[in-house]
């Protein structure tokens, strides 16, 4: 079975440019959630989609954004990007036909802004 | 905020058991622990979760204390590969709907 699925794995952008990250969630589950990791902060809920729509989202500026596609693929949006955005972004996905599952992370993508 | 209490850091020599312990207080009745570790900043990897009694799989064993306020996870033949940082999690929210408060973890340190 296919894991979690990000792309890109590497990124460099620009102060002030926009990024969009994207997440194939493991088949079959339906919840994907968002969280951003750096070296200060650590581990930060950033948001969790479930059928299209957002359930639950973190303490963060409306810059961050993100929507689910029908197949449960994800997307987050950064815009206006910011010195401190620099962080590995982790996706991870939940929950079958059974119920809900544990949190299933994938590799990150980690992103540099310049 | 964090909900979880761990040390920062521990070594634990290869082939015996690592423990590692996880302080959350003010953890409310219906909320799980939630183990995983990380390596070289990769994604987190699940290792084990559990509510009120004591769970083992493949991987490791969890312990939970009868007040719930703390709980220790056991690697019982810890090797090389299991240097990494450790993270209890306190899973929050209601049904149809959780997010992971991740603490600060422990830097496990396998020597050998």
């Known amino acids: 079975k296919a894991g979690v699925t990000q792309t890109p794995r590497y990124l460099i952008k620009t102060r002030g440019q926009q990024v969009t990250l994207s997440c194939s969630p493991i088949s079959g589950h339906r919840s994907v959630s968002w969280y951003q990791q750096t070296p200060g902060q650590g581990l930060q809920f950033l948001f969790e989609y479930f059928s299209e729509t957002q359930r639950n989202k973190g303490n963060f500026p409306g810059r961050f954004s993100g929507r689910q596609f029908s197949n449960s693929r994800s997307e987050m949006n950064v815009s206006t990007l910011e010195l401190g955005d620099s962080a590995l972004y982790l996706c991870?996905?939940?929950?079958?036909?059974?119920?809900?599952?544990?949190?299933?992370f994938g590799q990150g993508t980690r992103l540099t802004v310049v | 905020d964090a909900k979880t209490t761990q040390p920062p850091s521990m070594d634990c020599a290869e082939g015996r058991a690592a423990n590692l312990p996880c302080n959350h207080s003010t953890i409310s009745g219906n909320e799980y622990v939630y183990w995983y570790r990380q390596i070289h900043s990769q994604g987190p990897q699940y290792i084990i979760h559990?509510?009120?009694n004591n769970e083992t799989n493949e991987m490791a064993s969890l312990i939970i204390t009868e007040d719930r306020k703390s709980s220790t996870l056991i690697l019982p033949h810890a090797t090389l590969r299991d240097t990494a940082v450790y993270y209890c999690?306190?899973?929050?929210?209601?049904?149809?709907?959780?997010?992971?408060?991740f603490g600060t973890g422990t830097r496990l340190k396998v020597l050998a």
């Open positions: 991870a996905s939940s929950g079958g036909t059974g119920g809900y599952t544990e949190a299933f």
């Open positions: 999690i306190v899973r929050v929210g209601v049904a149809g709907t959780y997010k992971y408060i």
């Open positions: 559990g509510l009120k």
